[in-house]
């Protein structure tokens, strides 16, 4: 298997991928560009995951999480948001790492459980709650309402980076090469 890891920053990998297979996303959007589902690492003391992705490139989100965790197991995972472009392979990473944690507001464990209804080890967090894991601090910040009711961003303090779930999205592909804009205006006037 090819994976396909984007470093952002020293010990910050995106492990995400991209799906031309669809027309439409949501079944609603045409996406003639595709679409991309971002899910990001940060190797510290403790190892953290960002989200995950939609089921149809969890082949590649695997590879990718394997080859970033460099052979360490995974501390935790920072559930930003539950749709299933974010979440669907959540119970299969706990299948693999059954005492990894995971991270997300009261909202997100009522979903984990109606989408899921496994066990998990959870830690709850609440508006402005931090995480550190060695030199990483992340800041919980909820967004209820980008665009659905569970939905937070983290803040990661060191790098200054903003896991934003669905706030700074847009349609199309990474590996195309085109301008942000006019697609980043089409997902916000229909997705947020």
């Known amino acids: 298997m090819m994976n396909c890891i984007r470093e952002v920053n020293e010990n910050v990998y995106w492990i995400g991928g991209n799906d031309r297979r669809l027309s439409l996303f949501e079944n609603i959007f045409p996406i003639p560009r595709g679409i991309s589902y971002n899910a990001y690492v940060v190797l510290d003391e403790k190892t953290i995951l960002l989200d995950t992705v939609d089921w149809s490139i969890g082949h590649l989100f695997f590879d990718n999480l394997e080859t970033a965790l460099q052979g360490r197991s995974l501390d935790y995972i920072v559930i930003n948001h539950m749709e299933p472009d974010h979440c669907a392979c959540l119970k299969e ?44 601090t992340f800041t919980f910040v909820m ?50």
């Not at 005492?99 to 009522?110: D, L, Q, R, Y």
């Not at 937070?152 to 903003?162: G, P």
């Not at 779930?165 to 229909?190: M, P, Q, T, V």
């Open 143 to 192: 967004a209820p309402l980008v665009h659905w009711p569970e939905v937070m961003v983290t803040y990661e303090q060191t790098e200054k980076i903003l896991f934003s779930a669905d706030a700074f999205g847009k349609f199309g592909s990474l590996n195309i090469d085109e301008e942000w804009d006019c697609e980043a205006r089409r997902y916000y006037f229909n997705i947020v």
């Open 93 to 136: 990473v706990i299948n693999r790492y059954p005492e990894v944690v995971i991270v997300g507001n009261a909202k997100t464990f009522t979903m984990i459980d109606q989408f899921f209804g496994i066990e998990i080890n959870k830690l709850v967090v609440k508006e402005n709650d931090t995480l550190t894991t060695g030199k990483h």
